[in-house]
């Protein structure tokens, strides 16, 4: 918690124990409202009612949507029916949604009572998008000018319907059928004359995605063409919607939080980590620790069908351990592609340059790594010539084809449809460990001659 936070949150501690309740208001209107949220995620549930009604209409809505979703099912619980009609009309229709997706049945059967009609209907339209879709993240809350406005026309329209919009930096012209024509920013038309034609003014070249497309791709657009809006088109162009920079800026976050989940070898949860039960957690985590553990098993089928060399050179198995995490490390080293995947910056027909790039990699490590183990083993060890160069060979063919597969699994992954993020570090460690003992017992075989 930040400093601003935590002293606010103290002062209205001492304002509610003063019942100085117009004080704690006048402090509340000059804050943002994620702000406000942050100090309510500290207070004591059953303070936030109270503190919530002190809101004005406006705000409290902002605040409501800031806010985590035990706390907005508190509120809602609390709430009158006009109370909750009343955020419920302040609130943008793709956040009304996230609501609906967040909340119990119970909870959702009494939101939508208090919905109007339209709302309602627009609610339930949504819902039918596929998760994670850019249809489910859109919002139909735009402004929307015809082919034939003039500036004059167009900027009426702006006064006369933008007040419930989410966005009037950007206004998008349709033709007929609202199939999407154009995009027009306020700017254009404020410095455009009356009597201009929105048509000969727009930006015909509009970057737009589809509803079906994977809210991902929404995000990668955002990010490429700098964009604050974006409209979404059905399969015939007919715009339908929008998808605005803060929920671009969600999912981005989303996508990453879940990659980062994945390559840990964790399921993805939705939910911040103190907010997940311990039983939770363990079913996220269970499924794969189960399958990386099955996996080691052959490592230790390995060794055993090595036994006789071990017992016959028994020095051999001081060097297993330092063996596999070199070449762990070294294949995880290389999945750092994966946010190249992810970024569509490295595409399955760069494989060939890929490989090439992290075995010229790879040798040079596993050279360096190799000359030091070597004078080490030869120096301090003392174990003498062939089990140096035993274990040094090794090092250069272990980080070889740790890299190798480390660069490739991924690519090949993103190729049949998984995300590259699950071939990442823990899957990657299990495979390179039993081919380095492979390798390590090859090599020893035929150097010492076990």
Known sequence: MSEKTYSLEMTIRTLLGNKRYSSIKDILITLNAADIAAIFAELEPEILPLLFRLLPKELAADTFVEMDPDQQQLLITRFSDTELKEVIDELYIDDAVDLVEEMPANVVKRILYQADPETRKLINELLKYPEDSAGSIMTTEFVELGMGYTVEDAIK?????????????????????????GIISIRSLILAQDDDKVSDIMDTNVVSVNTM???????????????????VVDGENRLVGIVTVDDAIDVMEEEATEDIEKMAAITPSDKPYLKTGVWEIFKHRIPWLMLLMVSATFTGLIISSFEEALAAQLVLTAYIPMLMDTGGNSGSQAVTIIRGLSLNEIHFKDILTVIWKEVRVAVLCGLSLSAISFLKLMVLDKVGMLVSLSVSLTLVVTVTIAKFIGCTLPMFAKKLGFDPAVMASPFITTVVDALSLLTFFSIAKAIIGL
């Open 157 to 181: 329209t702006i006064r006369r319907t933008g007040f419930d919009k989410e966005t009037i930096n950007d206004c998008f012209v349709t033709g007929p059928g609202r199939t999407l024509e």
């Open 213 to 231: 497309d994977d809210q991902e791709t929404v995000a990668e657009k955002f990010k490429k063409y700098d964009l604050t809006a974006m409209p």
